[in-house]
């Protein structure tokens, strides 16, 4: 492979690994019916981006014999071996202020493709995140009196969007508490 997939071309093969689609129409219709849809659905980005993982050895078409002459999608070998180094890359704070969400839609696959690197990427999605929202939280704190009052609402969504996220994230590692209600702390004593 001679240049790094697009993330449309890591949503093809994570759709195909998982079993959520097995042909172009398909792809479409799940990146249009979900929050896919901020890549492009249109049949100009998804059939070509189709083609060049087939061309590239990633993905193999096979014409199926229904009258439709419709073509269903497998994963190759090399598209698995593909898919899983870009899952195993470490997710850093650059992956966060790209703009291209790829943190996510690695998240989206990994449970059904890579489950025991789960624990490890929220880990450094969570250290990222963490380092993201300081970031911008000093920029915000330094920036303020110097900002509109409408640039001070934009900044101040970003950071909530931000600091939102960091801390569902932190939620995801730490262990759920147990919750003892009054009836169950009773139920525990002697009577």
């Known amino acids: 492979m001679t240049r790094a997939l697009t993330n449309l071309e890591y949503t093809v093969l994570g759709l195909v690994a998982t079993g959520a689609a097995d042909s172009g129409y398909a792809v479409r219709k799940l990146i249009q019916e979900t929050p896919l849809i901020v890549y492009s659905d249109s049949p100009g980005s998804v059939y070509p981006a189709i083609r060049r993982l087939e061309r590239l050895g990633l993905l193999r078409g096979v014409a199926t014999r229904d009258s439709r002459r419709r ?4 994963l190759t070998t090399a598209g698995r071996r593909a898919l899983l180094a870009w899952l195993n890359m470490p997710v850093d704070v650059a992956d966060l202020t790209s703009g291209d969400r790829a943190p996510e839609l690695k998240l989206s696959f990994m449970s059904d493709v890579l ?3 789960l624990p490890g990427f929220l880990n450094e999605f969570t250290i990222a995140s963490r380092a993201q929202t300081a970031a911008i939280s000093a920029v915000e704190r330094s920036m303020h ?16 969007v931000l600091q939102c996220r960091t801390r569902y994230l932190e939620r995801l590692r730490s262990p759920a508490p147990t919750k003892v209600g009054r ?3 009773r139920a525990g004593r002697a009577t």
């Open 71 to 74: 073509r269903t999608l497998d």
């Open 115 to 117: 489950p025991e690197r």
């Open 145 to 160: 009196a110097k900002l509109s009052p409408s640039g001070r609402i934009a900044l101040g969504l970003g950071l909530a």
């Open 183 to 185: 009836r169950g702390a």
